[in-house]
């Protein structure tokens, strides 16, 4: 996907005292270098809403181990959830490691249940959506169900995430003319988040998310883990269980080099 990101130039250092200095109302704990919002579930939907009442356009990244991970070898990634209106803790794991370097994150904010709210909350304010991402049966089960569920949900648009680079000025022209006040992208990570941050101001919506695989998930394609799972922060292992194959490998590896990222953090305060 596009790896150039538009929103600034400034050096990193620069870029880490801007984020802190432009989020007064949020605490964030700082997880390997990328600074994570304190915040409940519902308070990162209340957040949105300042920043959707605030003009202008956003975007928000919910971020698990692998995620971190990626960001510390790939600068672009970085910057991107550097410039992030909102980052919160998709995974367990980092709302575990906030505690053990004595931050605390009071939850985990998952972006599939973050996609939810904030689509229950647009059919009540009267807000438009915009779905981008995933296989056509995907998306399009997808908004079938929401628009089941929510009577009075506007969807200003959908389509799938196939399509090349050079198509993404067109689909983020396509995304403008819809009028859409909320976006939702399922493109894969860091795809989506680096799509996203290339061409929000092309979109014209006033918050943008990345939601990974919600839609496989909320259109009954995929099986998400049991309620206890989820409340136990191990849907990593459900996902495990069902594909030890493909991701046994990217778990251990991944898992290990958050945990030496967090090590380094702890070495460096206390050192």
């Known amino acids: 996907m ?16 801007r984020s802190a200095a432009e989020s007064p109302r949020v605490s964030v704990s700082w997880i390997a270098a990328i600074p994570v919002a304190n915040l409940t579930e519902d308070e990162t939907v209340d957040a949105i809403d300042r920043l959707i009442r605030e003009g202008g356009s956003h975007y928000g990244v919910v971020v698990n181990a692998a995620k971190v991970v990626t960001a510390n070898q790939n600068e672009s990634l970085k910057r991107v ?5 909102l980052v919160t803790a998709d995974g367990m ?21 973050l996609f ?3 689509v229950e909350r647009a059919a009540s304010r009267g807000l438009s959506v915009y779905l981008l991402g995933a296989r056509d049966e995907s998306v399009l089960g997808t908004v079938e169900r929401l628009k089941a569920r929510h009577a009075k949900l506007r969807v200003a648009g959908y389509r799938n995430g196939y399509f090349d680079d050079n198509e993404s000025e067109s689909v983020a022209g396509e995304i403008r003319r819809s009028a859409a006040d909320l976006l939702f992208v399922a493109m894969g990570s860091p795809g989506q988040e680096l799509w996203i941050a290339s061409n929000l101001s092309r979109t014209g919506v006033r918050f943008a998310l990345g939601v990974g695989g919600s839609f496989d998930h909320v259109s009954g394609l995929a099986v998400r883990a049991p309620r206890w799972m989820q409340h ?5 292992l459900h996902r495990l269980l069902r594909e030890p194959r493909r991701l046994w490998k990217r778990y251990l590896v991944g898992n ?12 460096s305060r206390n050192g």
Do not use: H, M, Y
């Not at 929103?7 to 250092?13: D, F, I, N, Q, V």
């Not at 959830?81 to 209106?85: I, K, Q, R």
């Not at 136990?232 to 990593?236: D, I």
């Open 2 to 17: 596009i790896s150039n990101v538009t929103r600034g130039s400034e050096p990193r250092e620069e870029l880490l005292e």
């Open 81 to 85: 959830l550097l410039e992030a209106d």
């Open 93 to 113: 794991s980092v709302v575990w490691a906030s505690r053990l370097l004595g931050g605390g994150l009071k939850e985990r904010v998952t972006g599939i249940d």
């Open 116 to 118: 939810q709210q904030l």
């Open 232 to 236: 136990l922060g191990l849907e990593w």
């Open 256 to 267: 290990l080099k958050f945990i030496w990222l967090i090590a380094k953090q702890l070495v």
